[in-house]
């Protein structure tokens, strides 16, 4: 189980810098690149499997940290999908709060003990 806990905790980095990738080129024109909505959607259902995976094992969850994460990803993922069929309404200020969020989201996984 550790290869399979190993290898989703690599496609959820991965779904996250392709978000976060997406949202800082994108800043001289603004607009949603067309890989951060499945960035997003990648990296939101291998957390869920994370979750689901660690739940399974022996080891301690912490709800709360999960909860703050989960809600944080699920506004990133609005966000992403709001900003793909709106374009016009995708500024820098939109794209920043995209990048802002997933850092956010980033930060907590690794500082929140």
Excluded: C, Q
């Amino acid at each position: 189980m550790d290869i399979v806990s190993g290898i989703l905790l690599v496609i959820h980095m991965i779904g996250w810098a392709i978000v976060l990738g997406g949202a800082l080129t994108s800043m001289r024109e603004p607009r949603i690149a067309k890989g951060v909505t499945h960035g997003a959607l990648t990296a939101l259902v291998a957390g869920v499997l994370l979750v689901g995976m660690a739940e399974m094992g022996d080891g301690d969850v912490n709800h709360i940290k999960i909860a703050v994460k989960l809600v944080v990803a699920l506004v990133i993922t609005a966000m992403a999908f709001y900003g793909s069929k709106n374009e016009e309404k995708v500024t820098t200020g939109f794209l920043g709060g995209l990048a802002g969020l997933t850092v956010l989201n980033i930060a907590v996984a690794v500082l929140w003990r």
